[in-house]
């Protein structure tokens, strides 16, 4: 009966993922994945490049100060490099001795600068959708990473037919009803590596994916470096305490 | 113990069973200790607040024989330009005669300029300036007074009034922090 | 063994004189006779009790770093997440140790429903684990709201909107709990004090739970009284160290979780922030509310609904009542545990059940599921107390345990 009950719950569970609405999204290899996984720096700086040059002129992500670049297990950018890339963007602040607000270059506390003054002037600015804040999208999108990068790569030029697209909604086929309010923004060489990497879409795509991934959960990497230690702590104890426990019921018959 | 009507059954292997329950026993006690240490340093100030920037002080405005408070980590710091006989009164002391002994030109970067943390280093009040017996502040707490250095010179306090890091951007402007 | 412990210490004898909380904690926790036949089930009782510490320690400093406003609620987690020293770890481990705690919990339901452990003289224990259960299930809810996400937003409108269905002052009630028109910052604000005082409330019940469960002492594998000395060994170390290993075990998986895979758990919408103006797609539960979701969606009326899925928790209270055979253990009962199996299975199917959508083949299968849950407590536990015939009972614990070959013996030749 016990059996037969779990075989039933694992036919069901099949019978659902088959019968999904969604196109499964790709599954590329991120160095993050997995219990031993980590970010590749250069991958997140290249994708820190990506989101300012590209992304950032539609979404915030809010949650991020530019220190952030700076901190162990991020892209790890020297704290020169990230206060000159966060003197590239202005802040407001104040009020100064005349009671005046005024601008200043934003310095590392500062949160990423938002390209829009509130959240109506950003839907004004889309046609009515919100570019949503990218801080913890890969959390917040079932799927993850993979979701993530499937949809930037996931337009097509070619409506098939008997799809008609209403003003402002794009093809996308990863996207739900491969409908979607985002319009296509990465094309070849849309950015200049400074290292010098060839910006493919795809290279593109990633890089600012694993950016994202790290943005979403910046403690990864000593997340799973602890959880490693505590594991092999644990399995340790477990043994001794096996033993300590069989030899305490040693000499009682049970 | 319950243990006990076992025991001298078991007394002939006693050093190994001990050598057990004492590796299980330690090895317990390290993890719990570990595991407090998160729950403990999670009240420390956090990334965020290590991050705030240090503040940065326009002098300009301030004339001789006035000082003015800013607030830097939710405490202020007094910023006094001092008169030159205020100077000379604060160098002219021996240190012999200090609680806390320093001399004033330790206590400042250029002599026209004093700064200071302003929190009594007895309760944490903020003392009061141009007070006391000695010119400079006094604290209304406990009556503690400071001399035109920010020197303890009498009352309960044990310390002189801190002096926290700054540098001179130019001529008029620091940055404290 | 003796029952009565006396301190060594002058210092401790002074304080046991004028307050025995040392002999108490020797009495209850050192030396409190237990079956010496408990197999691994029993022991998440401690594996529970250590789940509670854990989410109200870490709920504690939580607490110290979290904003119960909804325009500060979402970011103040993140912040959390982001800055405080393990802030993340504190996090993480009170998310997920929700869901152990209830992994935990059923385990324990489940054990004591096959062993009995709910009969006479026991009844009091298990009603009392009834109420723990019900504390827990608004606790866990509570704290699902506090994040600020999207499913906190919409399940913390969903299910408040259930007392809506009250008639004539369901929207007197709704504005009551809300203190407001919808669901904002007043009622994030009092499910946060809820939440941290109901842990405190649970904790109090456990007390008794324990207190009742020492009166009688431990029911066992056998489902028969225990004779003390010749049955019994002291607690401590026997049960301490058993348990404890259990524990550690139990927490390998814990932090597998916790360190390796902290949000297979959760629901990725709660990682939106809170919006009154786009519900999500679909409003799931926690996985550990799933199967009374079920029995709530099954039935096709609001106030009947609500009913049902009340009841279904309510109805554990009366289990000592419904179930009359003098057996105890589902081990002598090879037709009581055929239905005890149908009900595990029934369980897990309305928990996959509870996370699809309530149309064509679900709500048939749900509705069926659910009308099986109650059956199971109104007809068939009764009626298998009349029609069954047990196995008979060994006259000690000692004896099937000594005997186990000959008992393997004699079982094979039954079957």
Known sequence: MYKFSLVFVFLFTSLVFAAGEMKAPMEPDWTFQGPLGKFDRAELQRGYQVYTEVCSSCHSMNLLSYRNLVQAGGPEFSEEQAKAMAAMFEVETGPNSDGEMFMRPAILSDRFVSPWKNEQEGRVANGGAYPPDLSVMVKARSGGADYVYSLILGYKDEVPEGVTLDDGVYYNIYAKNQKIAMPQVLYEDGVEYTDGTAATEVQMAKDVTAFLAWSAEPKLEERKRIGFKVIIYLIILSFLLYFTNKRIWRDTSH | MGTDKNRSSEETKVTRRDFLYLTTGSFTAVGVGAVAWPFIVQMNPDASVKALASTEVDLSPIMPGQSISILWRGKPVFIRRRTPEEITEAQAVKEADLPDPETDEARVQKPEWLVMVGVCTHLGCIPLGNKGEYNGWFCPCHGSHYDTSGRIRKGPAPKNLEVPKYVFLDDNTIKIG | ?415
């Open chain 3, 1 to 415: 063994m003796s029952d009565n412990y006396e301190p060594q210490s002058a210092v401790g004898k002074w304080i046991d004189k004028r307050l025995p909380l040392i002999s108490l904690f020797s009495g209850h926790l050192m030396q409190f006779p237990t079956p010496k036949n408990l197999n691994y089930w029993w022991t998440f009782g401690g594996i529970l009790t250590f789940c509670l510490i854990t989410q109200i320690l870490t709920g504690l400093v939580l607490a110290m770093h979290y904003v119960a406003d909804a325009n500060l609620a979402f970011a103040s987690v993140e912040h959390i997440m982001r800055d405080v020293n393990y802030g993340w770890l504190l996090r993480y481990m009170h998310a997920t140790g929700a869901s152990m705690f209830f992994i935990a919990v059923y385990i324990h339901m489940a054990r004591s429903l096959f062993y009995g452990s709910y009969k006479e003289p026991r009844e009091l224990i298990w009603i009392i684990g009834v109420f723990i259960f019900l504390l827990m299930v608004a606790t866990a809810f509570m704290g699902y709201v506090l994040p600020w996400g999207q499913m906190s937003f919409w399940g913390a409108t969903v299910i408040t909107n259930l007392f809506s269905a009250v008639p004539f002052f369901g929207e007197a009630i709704t504005n009551w709990l809300w203190g407001d028109y919808s669901v904002g910052s007043a009622l994030l604000t009092r499910f946060f004090t809820l939440h941290y005082l109901m842990p405190f409330l649970i904790f109090g019940l456990v007390i008794l739970h324990i207190w009742a469960l020492h009166v009688p002492g431990n029911n066992n594998p056998e489902g028969i009284d225990v004779i003390k000395g010749q049955d019994t060994v002291p607690f401590h170390p026997h049960y301490v160290v058993k348990d404890v290993f259990a524990l550690v075990v139990f927490m390998i998986v814990f932090a597998g979780f916790v360190f390796f895979s902290p949000n297979i758990l959760g629901h990725s919408d709660n990682y939106i922030q809170a919006n009154a103006l786009q519900t999500p797609e679909h409003i799931v539960p926690e996985w550990y509310f799933l199967p009374f979701y079920a029995v709530l969606r099954a039935i096709p009326d609001k106030l009947g609904g609500v009913i049902a899925m009340v009841s279904a928790i309510a109805i554990l209270a009366f289990i000592p009542w419904l179930d009359h055979s003098k057996v105890r253990s589902a081990k002598y009962r090879p037709l009581y545990k055929q239905f005890y199996w149908l009900l595990i299975f029934d369980f897990i199917l309305l928990g996959y059940l509870g996370a699809q959508p309530a149309t064509g083949i679900y709500l048939i299968l749900g509705r069926l599921a659910t009308l099986y849950y109650f059956l199971h407590f109104l007809l068939v536990m009764p009626l298998v107390g009349y029609i069954e015939k047990p196995k008979p009972l060994p006259k000690s614990i000692s004896e099937p345990v000594l005997s186990n070959e000959e008992q393997q013996a004699k079982a094979n030749l039954a079957t």
